[in-house]
Structure formats: structure tokens, C-alpha cells
């Protein structure tokens, strides 16, 4: 029913593996966002891009490698992650970007349940 | 100080109670309000903005208090399918930028028994 999917839905890796994590919106929006949700925090903004250009990096290390190929897709890949990794990772979607007027609604993907090892 | 606190809770109510979340946030100069909903294990999802002059959508009402820097949420008439996660989201706007974004509050919890 959602419009942003994201796969997989579980990951376990190891820290020295290589994954990648894959999202896709078919709504058409020109915006594209990855959050990190840990228990009991709130969600971080990673990263945002628009119209496939990064337009944000919150600080993020750098084990943790973003790719948009085109506005439909988003990949997070992630290498040599540390245990403290282990979140529920959200890609989301919006019309245009929020901008300094106009904040657009984010539709969230189900997520990427990662565990590292 | 974080950008958007919120009650962690939890919030157990019977059916049919009414119950209310504040949440308040640091930034004066934040422009836009809302409350997302975040059913356990599933994705985020907007509830309702929160205008200037308030808002009711149904049985849930949304305030806004820019002098004391809070937003509330009402919720009347509980039903078991209301029991979720409510996150608290302001949208401010980065300094010198026509960028926003949004900060999303850690949620409070709400289970409404039968």
C-alpha cells in the first residue's frame, strides 16, 4: 500500500561485511531521505538528496556511503559497521525538499531492520 | 537542549478516555508543526499539520502555543486502533538557507485497553 519501498526488510552483517540497503518511490517526488531510527531516540537525518544531488550530510561517518541514481531510487551502502549501528533504517520521500515556507509531507518506507554483529 | 521533546510516556487509557500530549521545542523561529503517527514495527506516517489557530480533524485536535513554544495533541473518544506512537515534528528552517528541515521528537507512546 505504500508508495516507498525499501529492501531488505531484516539484515544481519557482520563489521566487516558489505551491504547495501535499497529503497524505491513510485510517487513521482523529487526528494529522497535516509533516517536512522535507534530505540529510544528520536529519528536522525542522515542524508537528503534532490532531484539525485546530496543536498544534505548530517555528519554521518563514513561506513555509511549513499548513492541516487535517479530520483526513483536510493541506496545506503554500509561497510565495516560498528555494533552502535544496529537501527531501524527509514528511507522517505517528498514532493520537493522542506523548504524555509513550505514543508512537504514524508512518506516513510516500512524500513530496513539492521543488525550488526 | 534537544530540539523537540516529548513525554516518552507510556500513556495506558481505557476506551472512550480522552488523553493529551504536549510537546515543546527550542527553536523559536520554527515555522511548521505536525504530528506523525508510528504504528509498532511500521513506518512513520502524518497524522495531521498543526495550524496557527488550531485544528481538529475528527476526534483529534492539534493546538499550537508559539509564546510558550509547545504544540498539544487531543485525543477524544479512544479507540483500541489508536494505540500507537505519536511523534512530535517541527520543521525549522537552517540559517542563511531557503533549506528546512524536520525534527522529529522521540514519540510518546499511547495503548488504548478495552
Known amino acids: 500500500e505504500t508508495g516507498v519501498t525499501q529492501t531488505p526488510r531484516h539484515l544481519v552483517m557482520g563489521m566487516t561485511n558489505k551491504k547495501s540497503l535499497k529503497c524505491e518511490q513510485h510517487?513521482?517526488?523529487?526528494?529522497m531521505y535516509w533516517y536512522k531510527q535507534s530505540a529510544k531516540k528520536p529519528l536522525e537525518l542522515m542524508f537528503v538528496y534532490s532531484l539525485e544531488e546530496r543536498v544534505e550530510n548530517n555528519s554521518v561517518p563514513s561506513r555509511f556511503s549513499p548513492e541516487c541514481p535517479n530520483s526513483s531510487h536510493l541506496f545506503l551502502h554500509l561497510h565495516t559497521l560498528q555494533p552502535e549501528d544496529s537501527a531501524l533504517y527509514l528511507c522517505a520521500s517528498s514532493q520537493d525538499l522542506v523548504g524555509s515556507v513550505l514543508a512537504y509531507e514524508q512518506y516513510f518506507g516500512p524500513g530496513t531492520r539492521l543488525t550488526v554483529t | 537542549r534537544k530540539e523537540v521533546e516529548q513525554d516518552p510516556g507510556p500513556f495506558n487509557v481505557p476506551e472512550g478516555a480522552t488523553v493529551a500530549f504536549n510537546c515543546t521545542y527550542s527553536?523559536?523561529?520554527?515555522?511548521?508543526f505536525f504530528w506523525y503517527r508510528q504504528d509498532c514495527r511500521k513506518e512513520p506516517k502524518l497524522l495531521m499539520s498543526?495550524?496557527?489557530s488550531g485544528n481538529e480533524d475528527g476526534r483529534f485536535t492539534a493546538q499550537l502555543n508559539r509564546a510558550s513554544q509547545y504544540i498539544s495533541l487531543l485525543i477524544r473518544d479512544s479507540k483500541l486502533s489508536d494505540s500507537a506512537t505519536y511523534l512530535c515534528?517541527?520543521?525549522?528552517?537552517?540559517?542563511?538557507?531557503?533549506?528546512?528541515?524536520?525534527?522529529f521528537g522521540r514519540g510518546t507512546q499511547l495503548t488504548v485497553w478495552p
Open positions: 510517487l513521482g517526488h523529487n526528494a
Open positions: 515534528v517541527v520543521k525549522m528552517a537552517d540559517r542563511g538557507s531557503t533549506l528546512g528541515r524536520l525534527y
Open positions: 527553536n523559536s523561529a520554527s515555522q511548521s
Open positions: 498543526v495550524y496557527s
